[in-house]
T-cell receptor, first 111, second 114 residues
């Protein structure tokens, strides 16, 4: 099946720093989704991307749908302690009924 | 706004016991999903359903069963609990197939099998 590779696996940063993470695939995706999972909770959708080249922001978060349709990027500006969590990228499988999830990027923000 | 509700939140089982994890959504979503998340890992799809009366296997279905008798409910059953099933289980739902409809997740059921 389709696989999504997220990098980095984990990040340790200081409060106020900017963060970049990415997600790549060997196959084309028509939609890219970014989720955040707070400790002890379920994933929550942050940003959805539906068009190649699309750049979408949600507050301090910005995500881009790669022009090749095989990658996506998530940036967080001026990180704060509540940004701590696991960030997952996801995309629909060919059938359209299921999502493929990346393994996640664990973000730690030191005050 | 209830969204996706999972019960129980925590449970400890003995090897060989059975239990049902409950999942209910009040958004009239057709599609529902069960995932498991092992420590430090991503989400693995166990089973999913595209509508009442229809279920299908995901990536890791062995040891589990599901049913979908109503649009709202999608219970997950463990018949003979094994230590390998210790995990956090998430239920999710979406309006249609996930091509352009994101999934909404519950808060999870943390299951330990000893």
């Amino acid at each position: 099946g389709q696989q999504l590779n997220q990098s980095p696996q984990s990040m340790f940063i200081q409060e106020g720093e900017d963060v970049s993470m990415n997600c790549t695939s060997s196959s084309i995706f028509n939609t890219w989704l970014w989720y955040k999972q707070d400790p002890g909770e379920g994933p929550v959708l942050l940003i959805a991307l539906y068009k190649a080249g699309e750049l979408t922001s949600n507050g301090r978060l910005t995500a881009q749908f790669g022009i090749t349709r095989k990658d996506s990027f998530l940036n967080i500006s001026a990180s704060i302690p509540s940004d701590v969590g696991i960030y997952f990228c996801a995309g629909p499988e060919t059938s359209g009924s299921r999502l493929t999830f990346g393994e996640g990027t664990q973000l730690t923000v030191n005050p | 706004n209830a969204g996706v509700t999972q019960t129980p939140k925590f449970r400890i089982l003995k090897i060989g016991q059975s239990m049902t994890l409950q999942c209910a959504q009040d958004m009239n979503h057709n599609y529902m999903y069960w995932y498991r998340q092992d420590p430090g890992m991503g989400l693995k799809l166990i089973y999913y359903s595209v509508g009442a009366g229809i279920t299908d296997k995901g990536e890791v279905p062995n040891g589990y069963n599901v049913s979908r008798s109503t649009t709202e409910d999608f219970p997950l059953r463990l018949e003979l609990a094994a230590p390998s099933q210790t995990s956090v289980y998430f239920c999710a739902s979406s309006v249609r197939g996930s091509g352009n409809q994101p999934q909404h997740f519950g808060d999870g059921t943390r299951l330990s099998i000893l």
